[in-house]
Each structure stands twice: as structure tokens, then as C-alpha cells.
């Protein structure tokens, strides 16, 4: 699986917008992005993935560049307790085994 | 629809006595996948199975870790005669049966907090 990149904090206020960056330039064609984020103490809870096209749902939006070296993942209105461990994963089929590989991740803190 | 269960949510195991782990996956889900934590670390992986079979496990210990999914109840993680360093969170996942592409999700339950004395 491809090696990720994420700063390791962020802050962000209240109701704005949390746009956490992330780097995969050695992605491959066929791994897909997922995020996953964990909430302090708790099982990690998946967010969001996508292959190259944005994607949407209700909890947030992933834009992943036209060259899929990059993408960022879009909390549009934080709220307190989306304040938790962010981490960014690439994977791919491997043929018999399906683990997700956690890398450190981007500690976001909402502040009121 | 039940998510992931865990149980017990915390154990506590004196040093050489075996801990027993338990995860019943989400229904219709027939992949389960075993996560441990240690404390202020990240989540590695440790195994994968499915009924009656286990697809990798290339991240357990070579001693003294066995899992297992029979055909019917849960998953068991086995820890014999644990150690300090045992002390960890363990997380379950489960994931509903793959199709070709890696396009679907795991879902974690709560994680057994061990803690070893």
C-alpha cells in the first residue's frame, strides 16, 4: 500500500469548514482513498473513500487531485465533536488480505 | 441493525493467565479483522479471517496469539499466559462479503480495553 503523508494537528474553529490535507504521491492506479477518524478511546469509524472522482455523504467531502497525489478531506461545519484522530489510508486489492494500514494520522481539535 | 460487538470492554488478566477476546461482527458481515492499540500508538493489524478460515496473519506475535471465527458465534482472540506488554486496546472490524474491488468499508466495534497486573 501506498505510504501517506498528514500534518501531525490542526486546529479549527467551531462551524467553519476543516479541510485536512493529504499525500499519496506514489499512489497506484487501483488504490482507493479511505479516511477513517478516531474519536479518543474509541474504535475508529470510517468516513469516507474514494478512486478519483470527489465524493460526498453526510458526514463529509473528499476531493482527491486530478493526478491522485494528493487529497484533502472536507468537515464543512465542525462541530466540537468531530475533534479526534484523522488518519488517511491507500489500499488496494491485495489478493487475499484486506488490513488497513494506520499510519500517525492528524490530530484535529475543534475549539469552541 | 447491531454494529460491531466487543466483550468484554475491559479485562483485566494478572501476568500468565490467558485473556479471551470476543467479536461478533455486524449481520451479514462475514470478514473480521483484529486491530491492537498499545497505549499512545497506532492502530497496527493483526489478523483477518473469515468463517472457519484464517486469510493473514501477518500481524500476530508468533507465540501465545490465536484467533479464531468458527462457523458459528463470534471471533475469539486468544492471548496465553499474557505479559505486561500485552496491555492494549484490541479492536474488531467485520466487513460484508468483498467483491473484486476493495470499494466497501470496516466497521469497528468499541475495542476490549486488556490491562495486565
Known amino acids: 500500500d501506498a505510504k501517506t503523508t498528514q500534518p501531525t494537528s490542526m486546529d479549527c474553529a467551531e462551524g467553519r469548514a476543516a479541510n485536512l490535507p493529504c499525500n499519496h504521491s506514489t499512489i497506484s492506479g487501483n488504490e482507493y482513498v479511505y479516511w477513517y477518524r478516531q474519536i479518543h478511546s474509541q474504535g475508529p469509524q470510517y468516513i469516507i473513500h474514494?478512486?478519483?472522482n470527489n465524493e460526498t455523504n453526510e458526514m463529509a467531502s473528499l476531493i482527491i487531485t486530478e493526478d491522485r497525489k494528493s487529497s484533502t478531506l472536507i468537515l464543512p461545519h465542525a462541530t466540537l465533536r468531530d475533534t479526534a484522530v484523522y488518519y488517511c489510508i491507500v489500499r488496494a486489492y491485495q489478493g487475499g488480505s484486506e488490513k488497513l494500514v494506520f499510519g500517525k494520522g492528524t490530530k484535529l481539535t475543534v475549539n469552541p | 441493525n447491531a454494529g460491531v460487538m466487543q466483550n468484554p470492554r475491559h479485562l483485566v488478566r494478572r501476568r500468565g493467565q490467558e485473556a479471551r477476546l470476543r467479536c461478533s461482527p455486524m449481520k451479514g458481515h462475514s470478514h473480521v479483522y483484529w486491530y491492537r492499540q498499545l497505549p499512545e500508538e497506532g492502530l497496527k493489524f493483526m489478523v483477518y479471517l473469515q468463517k472457519e478460515n484464517i486469510i493473514d496473519e501477518s500481524g500476530m506475535p508468533k507465540e501465545r496469539f490465536s484467533a479464531e471465527f468458527p462457523k458459528e458465534g463470534p471471533s475469539i482472540l486468544r492471548i496465553q499466559q499474557v505479559v505486561r506488554g500485552d496491555s492494549a486496546a484490541y479492536f474488531c472490524a467485520s466487513s460484508p462479503l468483498r467483491s473484486r474491488l476493495p470499494s466497501y468499508e470496516q466497521y469497528f466495534g468499541p475495542g476490549t480495553r486488556l490491562t495486565v497486573t
Open positions: 474514494g478512486l478519483k
